[in-house]
Nanobody
Framework: QVQLVESGGGLVQAGGSLGLSCAAS????????MGWYRQAPGKQRELVAT???????NYADSVKGRFTISRDNAKNTVFLQMNSLKPEDTAVYYC????????WGRGTQVTVSS
């Protein structure tokens, strides 16, 4: 089992920045993929950014150049630095880890005011 705990969400004005963290615990050696997803009200959950254990990253077109995903393997933590935030970035952000199974955190709210 893997447990994921997100932190760092909040309220920010458009153009501002926020950083999210996701700490993994449990059977962390099985994890080979971690990522951030988001779900806005009335919309489906969508990929934001992912990172493999080798450090390869992938981003949604809507966040490229603004968001950066990184991971600290020693601390079993993945980060999402979000810059130049827009109101359309408002959503609940979820951390995901894939190892033997597919794990999700409970989510953290990010609200960007115009």
């Amino acid at each position: 089992q893997v447990q994921l705990v997100e932190s760092g969400g909040g309220l920010v004005q458009a153009g501002g920045s926020l950083g999210l963290s996701c700490a993994a615990s449990g059977s962390i050696r099985s994890i080979n993929f971690m990522g951030w997803y988001r779900q806005a009200p009335g919309k489906q959950r969508e990929l934001v950014a992912t990172i493999t254990s080798a450090g390869s990253t992938n981003y949604a077109d809507s966040v490229k150049g603004r968001f950066t995903i990184s991971r600290d393997n020693a601390k079993n933590t993945v980060f999402l630095q979000m810059n130049s935030l827009k109101p359309e970035d408002t959503a609940v952000y979820y951390c995901r880890a894939i190892g033997h199974y597919d794990y999700w955190g409970r989510g953290t709210q990010v609200t960007v005011s115009s």
